[in-house]
């Protein structure tokens, strides 16, 4: 395999689509050696079939917004790999939703997956829909709308939703409201991220946060470190941020600054209890301005407007909020300011140069999204075990499972990269693993 060639040969077939081909070719990049090392794979076009998805569903949404107008929007769905289980991945709702950022987001979803070491494949899916500024009822409609068309293909044992960006537990529970009148099937297992009282696991908001921090927690014990008293930067403030906020102050850490679409708030002395509470109500509220936690609490905030959390001088920063949010010149001001270890929580949350820039000559610590999120689909998959056998386990019990599932990848990582000097490249690694599960269960299911 020479990536080059396929490179050129996706960007005829798919041009224009950037976030797609900026996922395959990391990918590609990080595991050309091994893949060349086993000839079988060449001769199946293991990569030529890894890197299409098996189909894209495309719809039209029409709604009904709160003043009586008609709205149409777009919906997708990418089943993208079911090699090693049904496609499991998240729906997001925002403006700038399109093809290409669902199927990088559906890519990068089957090696995440198979990192777990659950059965689940690959798949994503959303709508253009901007649920910013919108009302409960219209989010119902919309939500109504969209499953009218998702529901002929998912199911609990074919493809298994859950959230993303812009798709919370209330959305969650209206697409599933919907769901079960439609298919008339009362299963608690068609969508992940359910509330506690209709089939929701415990721990599954802060899965993915949390997750992240338990990864990072062992990243920093494999190099003589530890999260404790450490400077901690987040983007966003949704349940991804949320959790991780809970868990870097459970662990020791202080968070001194948290970002939205309108600048950073920084929080000097780290960040509350009551403040992490309050971080879900300025979600809920439709607003997607981080100003509102300055104006809650002016006396241990400050807020700047236009700036990122990227500009607030920490060691650690976890990229949380979206694709390609943390640039080269966001890498090197971290580094200006002390940051020596960047854990990417959102997906593909850093451009390719500006991870390729800390690997090498900032040399900083970093590790991908793939890997270091991959705790929120893990709890999925665990909710998916709870509503198969009809139980519920408790906090203690999903947290232990996070934990193991947590250390496994770790584990997986360290095993495929680790250097020749002995340091552990974390892109690498956590590609190459997921790769080899993948492909190894193409193989052995023949040429389909």
Known sequence: MKTN????????KHPGESEYLQAVQEVLESIEEVYNQHPEFEQAKIVERMVEPDRIYTFRVTWVDDKGQVQTNLGYRVQFNSAIGPYKGGLRFHKAVTPSML???????????????????????????DPVGKSNDEIMRFCQAFMLELWHCIGPDEDVPAGDVGV??????????????????????????????????????????????????????????????????????????????????QLGAKVVAISGPDGVCEIPDGITDEMIDYMLEMRASNRNKVEDMAVKYPAATKFTAGKKSWSVPVDIAFPSAFQNELSLADAKELKANGCW??????NMGCQADAIHWMQHEGGMLFAPGKAVNAGGVATSGLEMTQNAEHISWTAAE?????????????????????????????????????????ATAMMEEGIV
């Open 168 to 249: 919370g537990g209330r959305e969650i529970g209206f697409l599933d409201g919907m769901y079960r009148k439609l298919a008339r099937q009362y299963n608690t297992g068609v969508l992940t991220g359910k509330g506690m009282t209709w089939g929701g696991s415990i721990l599954r908001p802060e899965a993915t946060g949390y997750g992240a921090l338990y990864f990072a927690q062992l990243a920093l014990e494999k190099i003589g470190k530890s999260l404790k008293g450490q400077r901690v930067s987040l983007s966003g403030f949704g349940n991804v941020a949320w959790g991780a906020a809970k868990k870097a102050k």
């Open 5 to 12: 060639e396929i490179m050129a040969m996706l960007q005829a």
């Open 103 to 129: 199927k990088f987001l559906g890519f990068e979803q089957t090696f995440k997956n198979a990192l777990t070491t659950l059965p689940m494949g690959g798949g994503k899916g959303g709508s253009d829909f």
């Open 341 to 346: 270890a960047v854990f990417e929580i959102s």
């Open 398 to 438: 999903v947290d232990e499972r996070l934990h193991h599932i947590m250390s496994a990848i770790h584990e997986q990582c360290v095993k495929y990269g680790t250097q020749a000097d002995g340091k552990v490249d974390y892109v690498k690694g956590a590609n190459i693993a997921g790769f080899m599960k993948v």
